[in-house]
């Protein structure tokens, strides 16, 4: 049901800056707030991003949120190995009757 | 800190309902503001959220699972249940429980389960 596109993977060596992209439309990201969850292997989604670029308290500030009419992108500057994990942008969708919808995921690599 | 526990049943026989309920502790399910939710995730895939109720019992739901699902609340025991009815093998999956926060146009999940598996097989 993913409506939310995103590039599959993303990769970058230590201290680089990698972005990720979200392709939505204009009854999600066009009219409603992004938020961004990081899943590192084997554990639960963590809330990264909210209201499209506010991190919550603990988040470091090299996760960096913005969104651009339809669109949304994450970015993490001095890419650190721990930040080896899945990312998903996700929005409230407002078709049909209503539904939060999330992206398709992105693995990011840190090589 | 809030912390949230899924439990349940791992093993449904395809037909069967699915019965999940997430333990709330550090705070009150009764918070104003606040709705708790179900997201699942089959393995290797993407998260689907399911659906949501807030203290006071309203519910919403994914309209893609076509009335099959049921959330309620006990505010007595601070927990909240999910019920899923004629599940398939599809249904095999990760199944989270959340605090969900916002509202209208934003709405995010800001506490998490650790997830608890069900296999849907005979």
């Known amino acids: 049901q993913s409506v939310l596109t995103q590039p599959p993977s993303a990769s970058g060596t230590p201290g680089q800056r990698v972005t990720i992209s979200c392709s939505g439309t204009?009854?999600?990201?066009?009219?409603?707030?992004v938020s961004w969850y990081q899943q590192l292997p084997g554990t639960a989604p963590k809330l990264l991003i909210y209201?499209?670029?506010q991190r919550p308290s603990g988040v470091p500030d090299r996760f960096s949120g913005s969104k651009s009419g339809t669109s949304a992108s994450l970015a993490i500057s001095g890419l650190r190995s721990e930040d080896e994990a899945d990312y998903y942008c996700?929005?409230?969708?407002?078709?049909?009757?209503?539904?939060?919808?999330f992206g398709t995921g992105t693995k990011v690599t840190v090589l | 800190q809030l912390q949230l526990q899924e439990s349940g049943s791992g093993l449904v026989t395809p037909s069967q309902t699915l019965s999940l309920t997430c333990a709330v502790s550090?705070?009150?399910?009764?918070?104003?503001?606040?709705?708790w939710s179900w997201i699942r995730q089959p393995p290797g895939k993407g998260l689907e959220w399911i659906g949501y109720?807030?203290?006071?019992?309203?519910?919403y739901y994914n309209p893609s699972l076509k009335g099959r699902v049921t959330i309620s609340v006990d505010r007595s025991k601070n927990q909240f249940s999910l019920k899923m009815s004629s599940v398939t093998a599809a249904d095999t999956a990760l199944y989270y429980c959340?605090?969900?926060?916002?509202?209208?146009?934003?709405?995010?999940?800001?506490?998490w389960g650790q997830g608890t598996l069900v296999t849907v097989s005979s």
């Open positions: 959340a605090r969900s926060y916002g509202s209208g146009s934003n709405y995010y999940f800001d506490y």
């Open positions: 550090g705070g009150s399910i009764s918070s104003g503001g606040y709705s």
């Open positions: 109720i807030y203290h006071i019992g309203s519910t």
């Open positions: 204009s009854s999600n990201i066009g009219s409603n707030y």
């Open positions: 209201s499209n670029n």
């Open positions: 996700a929005a409230w969708d407002d078709s049909l009757s209503g539904f939060y919808v």
